[in-house]
Protein backbone atom coordinates (compact mmCIF):
# COMPACT_ATOMS: atom_id res chain seq x y z
CA UNK A 1 0.00 0.00 0.00
CA UNK A 2 1.56 3.21 -0.92
CA UNK A 3 -0.24 5.22 2.04
CA UNK A 4 -1.50 8.41 2.04
CA UNK A 5 -0.30 10.65 -1.00
CA UNK A 6 -0.21 14.88 -0.74
CA UNK A 7 0.89 16.93 -3.48
CA UNK A 8 2.61 19.00 -3.94
CA UNK A 9 5.84 18.15 -0.74
CA UNK A 10 6.69 22.07 -1.13
CA UNK A 11 4.88 25.16 -2.24
CA UNK A 12 6.08 28.59 -2.45
CA UNK A 13 3.92 31.44 -3.35
CA UNK A 14 3.39 34.95 -3.42
CA UNK A 15 0.90 36.49 -1.17
CA UNK A 16 -2.45 36.57 -2.84
CA UNK A 17 -2.18 33.76 -5.55
CA UNK A 18 -4.33 30.82 -4.98
CA UNK A 19 -3.03 27.73 -3.39
CA UNK A 20 -4.30 24.18 -4.58
CA UNK A 21 -3.13 20.89 -1.98
CA UNK A 22 -3.86 17.76 -3.14
CA UNK A 23 -4.17 14.34 -1.13
CA UNK A 24 -4.99 11.00 -2.22
CA UNK A 25 -6.24 8.76 0.81
CA UNK A 26 -5.56 4.74 1.71
CA UNK A 27 -7.73 2.86 -0.74
CA UNK A 28 -11.23 1.74 1.55
CA UNK A 29 -10.63 4.51 3.78
CA UNK A 30 -14.03 6.42 4.92
CA UNK A 31 -12.65 9.31 6.97
CA UNK A 32 -10.05 11.93 5.27
CA UNK A 33 -9.10 14.74 7.50
CA UNK A 34 -7.14 18.11 6.51
CA UNK A 35 -4.82 19.28 9.13
CA UNK A 36 -2.39 22.85 9.27
CA UNK A 37 0.92 22.44 11.69
CA UNK A 38 2.98 25.61 12.91
CA UNK A 39 5.04 25.88 15.73
CA UNK A 40 3.17 27.59 17.41
CA UNK A 41 -0.34 26.18 17.44
CA UNK A 42 0.73 22.52 16.76
CA UNK A 43 -1.75 20.37 14.35
CA UNK A 44 -4.97 21.85 14.09
CA UNK A 45 -8.25 19.61 12.42
CA UNK A 46 -9.16 22.15 9.51
CA UNK A 47 -11.77 19.77 8.26
CA UNK A 48 -12.99 16.06 7.79
CA UNK A 49 -14.72 13.83 5.71
CA UNK A 50 -16.38 10.54 5.59
CA UNK A 51 -17.66 8.98 2.96
CA UNK A 52 -16.71 11.93 0.87
CA UNK A 53 -19.06 14.14 2.52
CA UNK A 54 -18.01 16.94 4.70
CA UNK A 55 -18.75 16.27 8.69
CA UNK A 56 -17.03 19.12 10.67
CA UNK A 57 -15.34 22.65 8.92
CA UNK A 58 -15.45 24.18 11.93
CA UNK A 59 -11.47 24.59 12.16
CA UNK A 60 -11.52 26.36 8.70
CA UNK A 61 -9.91 29.25 9.77
CA UNK A 62 -11.64 31.57 7.42
CA UNK A 63 -13.81 31.62 3.94
CA UNK A 64 -10.65 31.88 1.92
CA UNK A 65 -10.07 28.05 2.63
CA UNK A 66 -12.37 25.44 1.42
CA UNK A 67 -11.96 22.07 0.98
CA UNK A 68 -13.78 18.95 -1.86
CA UNK A 69 -13.47 15.60 -1.99
CA UNK A 70 -15.14 14.49 -5.29
CA UNK A 71 -14.85 10.78 -4.96
CA UNK A 72 -13.24 8.24 -1.95
CA UNK A 73 -9.47 8.48 -3.64
CA UNK A 74 -9.21 12.29 -3.89
CA UNK A 75 -9.34 15.46 -2.07
CA UNK A 76 -8.05 18.76 -2.23
CA UNK A 77 -7.57 21.60 0.07
CA UNK A 78 -7.60 25.14 -1.73
CA UNK A 79 -6.60 28.74 -0.65
CA UNK A 80 -7.40 31.74 -1.81
CA UNK A 81 -6.21 34.39 -1.51
CA UNK A 82 -3.51 33.07 0.31
CA UNK A 83 -1.48 35.32 2.83
CA UNK A 84 1.58 34.67 4.51
CA UNK A 85 0.52 33.75 8.15
CA UNK A 86 -0.94 31.00 6.09
CA UNK A 87 2.96 29.52 5.99
CA UNK A 88 2.46 26.12 7.43
CA UNK A 89 2.61 22.24 6.85
CA UNK A 90 -0.30 20.60 6.01
CA UNK A 91 -1.36 17.14 6.59
CA UNK A 92 -3.85 14.88 4.87
CA UNK A 93 -4.37 11.78 7.22
CA UNK A 94 -7.27 9.26 6.32
CA UNK A 95 -8.57 6.44 8.91
CA UNK A 96 -10.95 3.59 8.08
CA UNK A 97 -13.56 4.42 10.55
CA UNK A 98 -13.24 6.88 13.74
CA UNK A 99 -11.78 6.24 16.16
CA UNK A 100 -8.79 4.17 14.66
CA UNK A 101 -5.34 4.93 13.83
CA UNK A 102 -5.29 7.88 11.61
CA UNK A 103 -2.42 7.47 9.07
CA UNK A 104 -0.69 10.55 7.39
CA UNK A 105 0.51 11.67 4.39
CA UNK A 106 4.14 13.63 4.48
CA UNK A 107 2.58 17.05 4.44
CA UNK A 108 2.68 19.89 2.21
CA UNK A 109 5.22 22.35 3.46
CA UNK A 110 3.68 25.96 1.87
CA UNK A 111 5.56 29.15 2.20
CA UNK A 112 3.33 32.00 1.00
CA UNK A 113 5.40 35.05 0.29
CA UNK B 1 -8.82 26.33 28.75
CA UNK B 2 -7.64 24.25 25.71
CA UNK B 3 -9.13 21.11 24.77
CA UNK B 4 -5.62 18.92 25.01
CA UNK B 5 -3.06 20.27 27.01
CA UNK B 6 0.49 19.38 27.32
CA UNK B 7 3.95 20.76 28.28
CA UNK B 8 5.82 21.28 25.37
CA UNK B 9 8.90 20.74 26.97
CA UNK B 10 11.96 20.27 25.40
CA UNK B 11 12.65 17.03 28.16
CA UNK B 12 15.99 16.87 27.97
CA UNK B 13 17.30 13.54 29.53
CA UNK B 14 20.37 11.05 29.40
CA UNK B 15 20.16 7.84 28.18
CA UNK B 16 18.24 4.52 29.89
CA UNK B 17 16.50 7.02 31.94
CA UNK B 18 12.59 6.90 32.16
CA UNK B 19 10.52 9.92 31.23
CA UNK B 20 7.05 10.68 31.59
CA UNK B 21 4.45 12.65 29.80
CA UNK B 22 0.91 13.91 30.94
CA UNK B 23 -1.56 15.22 28.53
CA UNK B 24 -4.82 16.96 30.27
CA UNK B 25 -8.21 16.89 28.35
CA UNK B 26 -11.12 19.16 29.23
CA UNK B 27 -14.16 17.20 27.37
CA UNK B 28 -15.53 14.35 29.89
CA UNK B 29 -17.43 12.73 27.60
CA UNK B 30 -13.80 11.93 25.39
CA UNK B 31 -14.03 8.14 24.25
CA UNK B 32 -10.80 7.10 22.86
CA UNK B 33 -6.95 8.34 23.71
CA UNK B 34 -3.95 8.24 21.51
CA UNK B 35 -0.43 9.07 21.56
CA UNK B 36 1.56 9.89 18.49
CA UNK B 37 5.24 9.95 18.01
CA UNK B 38 6.45 12.67 15.20
CA UNK B 39 10.06 12.97 14.10
CA UNK B 40 11.80 16.44 12.82
CA UNK B 41 10.10 17.15 9.82
CA UNK B 42 8.07 13.78 9.14
CA UNK B 43 4.62 12.80 9.59
CA UNK B 44 2.79 11.79 12.78
CA UNK B 45 2.05 8.33 13.30
CA UNK B 46 0.29 6.26 15.60
CA UNK B 47 2.74 4.88 18.63
CA UNK B 48 -0.32 3.17 21.07
CA UNK B 49 -4.17 3.43 21.89
CA UNK B 50 -4.82 4.56 25.23
CA UNK B 51 -7.09 1.65 27.09
CA UNK B 52 -9.18 2.60 30.45
CA UNK B 53 -6.93 -0.76 31.88
CA UNK B 54 -3.33 0.49 30.90
CA UNK B 55 -1.40 -0.60 28.51
CA UNK B 56 2.12 -1.59 27.67
CA UNK B 57 4.05 -2.57 24.71
CA UNK B 58 7.89 -2.81 25.42
CA UNK B 59 9.41 -0.16 26.82
CA UNK B 60 6.49 1.93 26.69
CA UNK B 61 3.47 2.00 29.03
CA UNK B 62 0.17 4.32 28.76
CA UNK B 63 -2.83 4.91 31.16
CA UNK B 64 -5.88 7.17 31.47
CA UNK B 65 -7.13 8.56 34.19
CA UNK B 66 -10.49 9.05 33.77
CA UNK B 67 -11.90 11.02 37.07
CA UNK B 68 -8.89 13.81 36.65
CA UNK B 69 -9.19 13.83 33.05
CA UNK B 70 -5.40 13.41 31.84
CA UNK B 71 -3.65 10.48 29.70
CA UNK B 72 -0.23 9.45 30.36
CA UNK B 73 3.23 7.85 28.57
CA UNK B 74 5.81 6.26 30.45
CA UNK B 75 9.01 5.11 28.48
CA UNK B 76 11.77 3.46 30.20
CA UNK B 77 15.11 2.75 29.43
CA UNK B 78 15.25 5.56 26.48
CA UNK B 79 16.97 5.26 23.61
CA UNK B 80 18.61 7.59 21.43
CA UNK B 81 15.99 7.00 19.11
CA UNK B 82 13.39 7.84 21.73
CA UNK B 83 14.32 11.64 20.71
CA UNK B 84 11.21 12.80 19.12
CA UNK B 85 7.63 15.14 19.55
CA UNK B 86 5.23 12.85 21.42
CA UNK B 87 1.27 13.97 20.89
CA UNK B 88 -1.52 12.74 22.58
CA UNK B 89 -5.06 12.54 20.66
CA UNK B 90 -8.01 12.83 22.35
CA UNK B 91 -11.28 11.41 20.36
CA UNK B 92 -14.71 12.38 21.43
CA UNK B 93 -18.36 13.25 20.35
CA UNK B 94 -19.13 17.27 20.16
CA UNK B 95 -22.29 18.49 18.71
CA UNK B 96 -23.15 15.01 16.88
CA UNK B 97 -19.85 14.07 14.98
CA UNK B 98 -16.56 12.90 15.87
CA UNK B 99 -13.80 15.44 17.11
CA UNK B 100 -10.44 14.47 16.96
CA UNK B 101 -8.32 17.14 19.05
CA UNK B 102 -4.41 16.58 19.02
CA UNK B 103 -2.44 18.45 21.49
CA UNK B 104 0.53 20.86 20.84
CA UNK B 105 3.04 17.89 21.65
CA UNK B 106 6.17 17.14 24.09
CA UNK B 107 9.80 17.05 22.74
CA UNK B 108 11.78 14.83 23.74
CA UNK B 109 15.36 14.97 23.42
CA UNK B 110 17.37 11.49 24.75
CA UNK B 111 20.88 12.18 25.05
CA UNK B 112 23.94 10.59 24.96
Known amino acids: DAGVIQSPRHEVTEMGQEVTLRCKPISGHDYLFWYRQTMMRGLELLIY????????DSGMPEDRFSAKMPNASFSTLKIQPSEPRDSAVYFC???????????FGQGTRLTVV | RKEVEQDPGPFNVPEGATVAFNCTYSNSASQSFFWYRQDCRKEPKLLMSVYSSGNEDGRFTAQLNRASQYISLLIRDSKLSDSATYLC?????????????FGIGTKLQVIP
Open chain 1, 93 to 103: ASSSGVPREAF
Open chain 2, 89 to 101: VVNGRSGGYQKVT
Open chain 1, 49 to 56: FNNNVPID
